[in-house]
């Protein structure tokens, strides 16, 4: 059992920064693959990041690379996602995922999610 915290969302200008922190509780958050994914209203859930167990895989969609950085702090139960140059479209609700294999991008792959944290770009 793992529970999932997201926070760091806010209302940034196109070309700004957000980090997102997912903190996790327990102690098996090193077993887990963790995931970012975002939904905007009347859109459906879609993949954004992935970070494998070790920290040493990642993945990305092809909309926010370059951009966006996944990264993972097991010592703190923590991922985070740097959301760098940051577009309108960009704007959505994001949650953070824990799953038991690295199928990154499949949601079923997904057991645990946090409730959301909201992100809106505009100027």
């Known amino acids: 059992q793992v529970a999932l915290v997201e926070s760091g969302g806010g209302l940034v200008q196109p070309g700004g920064s957000l980090r997102l922190s997912c903190a996790a509780s327990?102690?098996?958050?090193?077993?887990?693959?963790m995931g970012w994914f975002r939904q905007a209203p009347g859109k459906e859930r879609e993949f954004v990041a992935a970070i494998a167990r070790s920290g040493i895989s990642t993945n990305y969609a092809v909309s926010v690379k370059g951009r966006f950085t996944i990264s993972r702090d097991n010592a703190k139960n923590t991922v985070y996602l740097q959301m760098n140059s940051l577009k309108p479209e960009d704007t959505a609700l994001y949650y953070c995922?824990?799953?038991?294999?690295?199928?990154?991008?499949?949601?079923?792959?997904?057991?645990?999610w946090g409730q959301g944290t909201q992100v809106t770009v505009s100027s």
């Open positions: 327990g102690r098996t958050f090193s077993s887990y693959t």
């Open positions: 995922a824990a799953g038991t294999y690295y199928i990154a991008n499949a949601e079923t792959n997904y057991d645990y």
